[in-house]
Structures are given as C-alpha cells and as structure tokens.
C-alpha cells in the first residue's frame, strides 16, 4: 500500500485517478483549496485536506512517510478569453503549487520519493509537419509552450528535495468530460459543426490509457524525467471529426471558418485550430501496451460505454 497526497485531484483525471489507485488499496489523501465542497464520500479517499496557496507549507503532518505527491493542480485553460489577467493566472497558479511543495519538504526536512507532475504536449508548441516529436523535442515559442516551460523548469529545480521526478505531457483527454461533452453540443439533428479544415494534428488519449499508464510508470523504477502520454498513432483533427460523426451518425457537416473563432476566442481559439504530432516514445520502448490502439476504438467506447 502506498501513501499518495494528490493537488488538483477533483477534476476529470484526478477523479479517474483516485479511482485507479483505491484499487490497488492505496491510502489517499485530498488536498484541495475548498475542503467543504468535497467529502471523502464523494472522491474515494482516505482524507480530505484544505490548503492554502498562500500559507508557508503543507503540514509535515501529512507529509512524513509519504511515498508520492501528485501535482494535477492548476487553473483551467478553458472556459473565457485568455485575457492578461486569465494569463497570469494560468502560469501563477502553478507555479505557487510547485512553490508550495518545494518549500514544504525543505521546512520539513523530508526528501520525497516520488513527484509526478502534470505538464501537456502544449510544451512542444504548434507545428503541421508529418515528423513526430518526442520527449527530448525542444519547447515552442507559443503561450502555452512558455507556460509549460517555466513550470516544468521549477518542477525540475525541486530535485533536491525529490528522488524521483516524473512530469507527465498530457495530450487531449477523451472520455465523458468537458470537451467530449462540448463537443456534442455541435452535433445534432445529424448535422455536425467543426471549425476549418481541420489538418492539424490531434494528439489525444483516453482517460483510461491515461491511469493505466500512470501506474505503468510508478511500476517501472526506471523510468523518470519527461513522459508524453498520448496515443500511440496520432490522427489529423479531420479524421477525428469524421470517426466523431461515424458514430454521431452525422449525414452533413457544416465548415465554420477558423477566423470567426479567432474572433469570438482571441488567442485560446489556438487550443482547437492548432496542433503538433507527439510520439509516446518513452512508454512505448518500455514496453507500456495500450488499452485503445486506435482513436476510433477510443471513441466508441466512450459513445458507447
């Protein structure tokens, strides 16, 4: 049985993967910024612990004899403009997160054995080409990659207070979250809505390729540093959209311009209108096999599960 402190583990992966990790029996503990909206009833674990992101420290109280902290903290990309201010608190989110555990296991005088750290394949930036990159690929020069860069370098910094560091480069999560559910929304009375032509690359994985690879990780001592967790045969946002309305049962689909998006979203119209092939060259040359090989796989058994 491990002893597992979670931050951001109220969201649609962290959810999953609590639920993945009581299986094996794990003691998990809940950090969260609002304990009084989540009961141990609600999210399957074992405690339920309010923070601050301004205090000195998490407690040592739950720190000693830790055996992994999980970092899935941050404030969300979606949901407005990314506005200066939406901006800064992207990037300052975080940051303060990984301030904040850095800081507690030096206080503490604890050396953790394990952090993993939740990054994205936004890391890498945008890019149309038929080359994949992998984990030894340099970041972009975009909003998101600029984040993502900063962020992973403090992660990285904290290795003195942490044996092992795993900063997992999360793809599109598929499942019955968020943005499958937006994406619904366009597609009705067999008529389907998609923005542009759709030739970026789409780079995703379902939520349960996402744990099961998760514990693949925490198994395999050897593996650290960078992982990109994303399907192993990357599709163009087209070919998506396509197996989307196969099974949407979809006869029509109507092109909005990439412009109009740009007008109503401003630079978060990127997030849908941009992409770049990632390969899962770590987990593949470590033997990892995934659950849904193919992203039409994928979305059937999230149409249909």
């Known amino acids: 049985m491990l002893r597992i402190l979670i931050l951001g583990g109220t969201g649609f992966v962290g959810r999953a993967l609590i639920h993945g990790l009581k299986k094996d029996n794990n003691y998990i503990i809940l950090l969260t910024r609002n304990k009084k909206k989540y009961a141990i009833s609600d999210i399957e674990v074992d405690e339920v612990v309010e923070y601050d992101l301004n205090s000195e420290k998490i407690s040592e109280e739950y720190l000693a004899n830790l055996d992994i902290i999980i970092n899935l903290a941050g ?43 939740a990054s994205a394949v936004g890391y890498y930036g945008y890019s149309s080409s038929d080359k994949a990159v992998n984990e030894k690929a340099p970041c972009g020069h975009d909003f998101l990659a600029e984040i993502c860069t900063k962020v992973e370098t403090e992660v990285i910094n904290a290795s003195e207070v942490i044996n092992r ?51 693949f990780i925490l198994e395999k001592k050897e593996i650290s540093g960078i992982v990109n967790l994303v399907m ?40 849908i209108t941009e992409g770049i092939k990632v390969d899962p060259e770590k987990l593949l040359s470590n033997g990892y096999v995934f659950k849904f090989g193919t992203l039409e796989a994928a979305i059937k058994d999230i149409m249909e599960g």
């Open 232 to 271: 192993e045969r990357p599709v163009r946002y087209i070919e998506f959209i396509k197996i989307f309305c196969k099974f949407k049962k979809v006869k029509r689909l109507i092109v909005i311009p990439e412009f109009l998006a740009k007008v109503l979203l401003g630079e978060m119209s990127e997030l």
């Open 165 to 215: 560091i795993i900063i997992i480069r999360l793809g599109i999560v598929l499942g019955n979250n968020k943005f499958f559910k937006t994406l619904s929304k366009g597609f009705v009375f067999q008529y389907g809505i998609t923005i542009g032509k759709g030739e970026q690359w789409f780079s995703c994985i379902h939520i349960e390729d996402v744990i099961k690879s998760i514990l």
């Open 75 to 117: 404030e969300s990309i979606q949901g407005i403009r990314w506005t200066l201010a939406k901006k800064k608190r992207i990037l300052e989110s975080r940051l303060r997160v990984v301030k904040l555990i850095k800081d507690s296991l030096i206080l503490s005088n604890i050396k953790l054995p394990i952090l993993i750290h």
